[in-house]
């Protein structure tokens, strides 16, 4: 009998659902109870100034262990979260996670800020400008040590009120980068409206240097972004090569496994002691 209604249940996962779908809806649910349960944590991974040889930051990379599942990718469980909400939640103890942290860290000698990435959603709350007021405050950090990353398609929202936080935000003096940039609903036609500092060229254009209209494409940028006053970080640079091609088109922040994969916070002091010595 039991082996008859095991059989049932599977026909009515493959054939209705498919198992990606039961997947997402079992993430779904376990969503939920990830916060209190303390399933997140955060890695951290370095970017690197290479003209001045020093670090430039930190970005917050959120991190699901499963109980069952195992690690979860954020690329499963963000848009989850997204759509269920849980975004919001999670995003807070994200925030509040990586300025504590950084808050450690200057204590420890690291000066540097810390990014954290934010969804649409937060700024749909409308109390995003508080929400980063009080996690500053709480752990008494220096507004520049904390920048919030955002992306291109948030230009499709409420433009004008997505403007309107992040001017509020920037007066508290907390910076803001582009993340992705050049893959998403091109925002290039507004860069000169969305206050932010910073540029965070996405990987596929690293991964592309070989390719001379690519290459053209991103010194068109970097010399964009120089006379908005931006900088520019590339992402996803993993060998010599990338780092010969960016240097060479002016673009000097660099982001990605050569200089450091993505670390738990105990491995950082590590790593920079290291980076200290090379
Ligand atoms: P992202 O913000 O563009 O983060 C960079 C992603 O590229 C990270 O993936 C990082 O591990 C990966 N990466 C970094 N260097 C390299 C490299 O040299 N080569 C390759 N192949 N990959 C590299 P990850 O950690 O899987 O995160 C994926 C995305 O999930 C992030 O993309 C970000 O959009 C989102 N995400 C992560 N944490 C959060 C969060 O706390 N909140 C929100 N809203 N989104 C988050
Ligand atoms: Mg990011
Ligand atoms: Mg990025
Ligand atoms: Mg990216």
């Not at 095991?6 to 649910?29: A, H, I, P, S, W």
């Not at 040889?53 to 989850?80: C, D, K, M, S, T």
């Not at 904390?146 to 992040?166: F, G, H, P």
């Not at 993993?238 to 993505?262: A, R």
Request: hydrophobic share 40%.
């Amino acid at each position: 009998k039991a082996k008859k209604l095991g059989k049932n249940q599977f026909c009515v996962y493959t054939d209705e659902m498919g198992v990606q779908e039961v997947r997402k809806m079992e993430l779904e649910k376990d969503l939920q109870l990830a916060l209190e349960q303390r399933q997140f944590f955060i890695e951290y991974q370095p970017k690197w100034n290479v003209k001045t040889n020093q670090l430039y930051g930190f970005e917050a990379l959120l991190r699901w262990q499963h109980p069952r599942l195992g690690l979860v990718a954020p690329g499963e469980f963000i848009p989850i979260a997204e759509e269920t909400g849980l975004i919001i939640p999670m995003t807070r103890w994200t925030l509040e996670e990586a300025c504590r942290q950084c808050s450690v860290w200057h204590s420890q000698g690291i000066h540097q800020p810390v990014s954290v990435n934010l969804s649409v959603r937060l700024f749909q709350t409308n109390c995003l400008v508080e929400l980063v007021t009080h996690v500053l405050q709480k752990w008494k950090l220096d507004p520049q040590m904390l920048e919030l990353e955002i992306t291109e398609s948030m230009v499709l929202y409420d433009l004008n009120d997505i403007i309107s936080q992040l001017e509020d935000i920037r007066k508290l003096g907390v910076r803001v980068s582009m993340d992705d940039f050049g893959t998403g609903y091109s925002s290039i036609g507004l860069l000169d409206r969305i206050p932010i500092d910073a540029l965070k060229l996405d990987r596929l254009f690293t991964n592309d240097l070989e390719t001379p209209s690519k290459r053209a494409i991103i010194h068109a940028i970097v010399l964009m972004a120089e006379q908005l006053n931006l900088d520019v970080i590339a992402e996803g640079v993993e060998n010599e090569e990338h780092i010969d091609f960016l240097t060479e088109l002016g673009c000097y922040v660099m982001q990605g496994f050569f200089y450091g994969k993505p670390m738990k916070s105990e491995e950082v002091m590590k790593w920079a002691d290291r980076a200290a010595d090379a």
